[in-house]
Structures are given as C-alpha cells and as structure tokens.
C-alpha cells in the first residue's frame, strides 16, 4: 500500500517509509507512540487569560492585579499566564463586564455602581453615607457578597474578590458651602447614582470614565464631580480644580470577575490557584486602599488644592440626598425580586 507524505502529520514527513505492505502498519504503530504521548504535550501547554481593567498602571487597584497575575502564574507553576491590559486599553470600562459575559475577555475588573442600571445590587454601594468607613465598607461587602456572586453567576461569571475605593469627596472649580451652589454645574456623572446626584442638584451631568476625567477637564467638559482622592491624584485634576472637600460620601468596590467557562476549562491545581491569589489580592488591596487614603488627600494639597470638610449645609443637603436614594433603592430591588431589605437589614444589625 503506498501512502501519500502529503497526508501525513508533519510528525511522520520525516520517516523514510518504505513502500509496501507493511508500511501501513508501521504508520499506525508510530501513530499510536505519539497519540500516547498527547496527553502529556497538551498537559504542558500554557494558558494564557487576558485581564482587562480601567484604571492606569500606577493605579493601586492595576498594581494588585498585576500581583494577582503574578501570584496565579507562581502558584499554577507557570500553566496559567494573565497579561493585565490596564488603562482600558483592551476595552472602555462601561464595555468590560460584557466583554467577559461573552469569553472576549477571560478576566475583567469593573466598578459595580456602573451598572446599576442592569440590577439594583450594582449599585448598593454607591448609595451616598450608607457605609462611609472602611469598617462599614467591609460589612456592606459581607453582606453584599452572596447575592452579588449569585447575580454574577447567572451572567456566566464568577465573581473572584473586591476590592473599596477610597472615600468619595467633593471636586469644584468654585467654592461649594451648600448644594445649590452646585447648581447649574457641568456635573461628571461616572454611574446611574452620581448622574441622579447631579439631577438633584440641579447640575448639568456629563458622563465621564476614569480615562477620560483629565481631558475633559482640560477641555471645560467638567466643574464639578464626586470621585476619591485616588482618581484626583491619578488623573492630575490639581491641575485644572481648586477645591475638594473630603465629604467621605460613599466607597464604591471595584469586582474582578473571571467567565465561567474559561475558569471551569482550568484543571484544579489552576482553579485553585486563581481563588488562592484572588484571597490575598482581596486582604492586599482593602489594606492598601485604606492605608493611602490620606496620601492622596495631601498629595492633592501639596498639588495646591485647598481641602476642607464639607460645611454643615452642604454635609445637610447631601445626606438628604442620601435618604432619598436608599429609598429608591429598596424600591427597585423590590421591582426586581431581590432582598434589599434584607440586606440592609444585615447591613444596619436589625
């Protein structure tokens, strides 16, 4: 039997088979070899997972996923290698989490509140003073988390750590003592809470990521806006806004989350890996946030920014602000058949 070299696989074109009968059997007999060694090939194989984030390199939330990588390659014994694409360089922030529902993106970090609109539990922790510590920060994230990974997980995701931002406080080209004096306003609104903060206002809400903050201020496009002293450091807003006032208003969470399918093709040495890092990454970056929050603040003020606590008027106006957004949020939980009532009520030890 003659067989042509060019069905071979490129493994068996450097064989010399004789023609004739016996040629078959010695194909398949060398088929047999290499088939039994294929396991062992595709066990070696590495996996590589692309993670998307927002936020700049030198951000402290890229710097522990960059960890987290590192971590999950150390532990996997180099069988799974993450490239972190920070910057929202793979893909804007608003189009993360879709980008893993969908496998474009094995890995994404995301902040909650921006998709509030998808499901109330969103943006639970971007109701203004309901947690205003990092102490109640990690409680509402507690008791967040069940409900929060089982939304996740009927998305196609699986939700790995969070991690808080620091305090939001107030940003303004002029001077704020009450709320009306932010009337009329360019308003940056990054989620659906900060955009229905400005309506209350009566600013004018403009919606603007993270990436996007230093040129729109540049530009005009913003006067004013809530955000933590991380996101002003980061995005130079000393360079174009005088005031801030360190109102501690809420701490939204960044959540890293990894597509079902990818994380359930790893073996479970992988598996494991990725929840052991995702652990240490979650104590790692609460205690950094926590631990820079006030380097951010002076380092804005060595920028020459002026910063203050909020007036009595404006700490007023803002929590009542605050009072009516919870309301509306147990409202829309309702709507949608979760227990926000229960997990305030988890939250506020009732």
């Known amino acids: 039997m ?15 088979f004789p023609r004739g009968r ?25 996996v590589k997972w692309d993670l998307a984030a927002a936020y700049p390199a030198t951000n402290f939330h890229t710097e522990n996923l960059v960890q987290f990588a590192a971590d999950v390659a150390k532990a996997s014994g180099g069988k799974l290698n993450i490239t972190v694409h920070p910057n929202a360089s793979l893909f804007k922030a608003p189009e993360i989490k879709r980008a893993v529902q969908s496998g474009q993106s094995q890995l994404g970090e995301v902040l909650l509140v921006n998709f509030e609109n998808e499901h109330p539990l969103f943006g639970l922790d971007g109701v203004p003073f ?20 089982e939304l996740l997980a009927r998305q196609g995701m ?8 620091p305090p939001q406080g107030l940003y303004s080209k002029r001077p704020v003592v009450s709320g009306a004096d932010l009337k009329g306003s360019k308003w940056r609104a990054y989620s659906p809470a900060t955009a229905k903060i400005a309506d209350l206002l009566g600013a004018q809400p403009v919606t603007v990521q993270s990436a996007e903050l230093t040129q729109a201020l540049a530009t005009g ?3 004013s806006f809530i955000t933590s ?8 807003v000393y360079e174009h806004v005088k005031y801030y006032y360190d109102m501690h208003a809420w701490l939204p969470k960044n959540a890293v989350v990894v597509n079902t399918k990818s994380f359930d093709s790893l073996d479970g040495a992988s598996q494991k890996a990725v929840l052991d890092a995702a652990a240490l990454a979650e104590q790692r970056g609460w205690k950094v946030s926590e631990e820079k929050t006030q380097w951010f603040v002076e380092q804005l003020r060595s920028k020459g920014m ?23 949020w147990k409202e829309r939980m309702k709507k949608s058949n979760a227990d926000g009532e229960g997990i305030l009520n988890a939250f506020m030890g009732r």
């Open 130 to 149: 309901l947690a205003t510590s990092y102490a109640a920060s990690r409680k509402l994230a507690q008791v967040q988390q069940p409900a929060l990974a």
């Open 306 to 328: 002026e910063i203050s606590p909020p007036s009595a008027r404006l700490t007023e106006d803002m929590a009542k602000i605050g009072a009516q957004l919870q309301v509306e």
């Open 229 to 236: 002293g991380a996101t002003g450091f980061d995005s130079k």
């Open 221 to 223: 496009v913003v006067e």
């Open 158 to 165: 699986k939700l790995l750590y969070t991690v808080a931002w």
């Open 22 to 46: 016996s040629s078959l059997r010695r194909v398949v007999s060398l088929m047999g070899l290499t088939l039994g060694f294929a396991p062992l090939m595709v066990g070696a194989q590495t």
């Open 2 to 16: 003659n067989i042509s070299r060019g069905l071979l696989h490129p493994v068996f074109r450097r064989f010399d």
